[in-house]
């Protein structure tokens, strides 16, 4: 099996390290040229313009997912033209009490060349799939709902 990493720093930059008086502020490097400022989410005095740890967890989901849907649908000779997803993390209190993400919500839009057109049914089987052979959905303990979005039509 595959051994994946990031790298991550976060370097102090006041006089001492005091609650509720630093920054979380910290970089995450991806393959040595990929890096990205993540800081907590906006509700717990995060930096809005940098990436959360939550929302990093729903893009890894959001992400494999995707390319779990894309591997089937190759297999299945579906000629998927576009993928796009909108995916919410939920922060919430599990069953023990404690803050976590209880739910991550997938909205993914399908779109298929001209002249291709599943059912929702095989739409929905095939999302559904791809959730049960996704690595990281494999991962989460919580629950992961998968919303299938219809795509605009053209001209609508």
């Not at 008086?21 to 995060?46: E, L, M, R």
């Not at 999302?127 to 979005?149: G, K, P, W």
Request: hydrophobic letters at 40%; aromatic letters at 8%.
């Amino acid at each position: 099996m595959s051994d994946l990493s990031i790298q991550l720093h976060w370097q102090r930059g006041e006089p001492a390290l005091l609650t509720g008086k630093y920054s979380n502020t910290h970089t995450v490097q991806f393959n040595s040229d990929c890096d990205i400022q993540v800081d907590a989410a906006p509700d717990w005095g995060g930096d809005p313009a940098h990436t959360n740890p939550e929302q990093a967890l729903a893009s890894a989901l959001s992400s494999c997912h995707m390319m779990t849907f894309l591997a089937l649908a190759a297999k299945a000779a579906w000629p998927v033209a576009s993928y796009s997803d909108y995916a919410v993390a939920h922060l919430g209190k599990n069953a023990p009490g404690q803050m976590s993400v209880t739910r991550i919500d997938l909205h993914p839009v399908v779109r298929f060349d001209t002249g291709f057109s599943p059912s929702d049914a095989e739409l929905d089987k095939m999302q559904h799939r791809a959730h049960r052979y996704c690595f990281i959905a494999n991962t989460l303990a919580d629950s992961v709902e998968i919303n299938i979005m219809q795509p605009a039509r053209e001209g609508a």
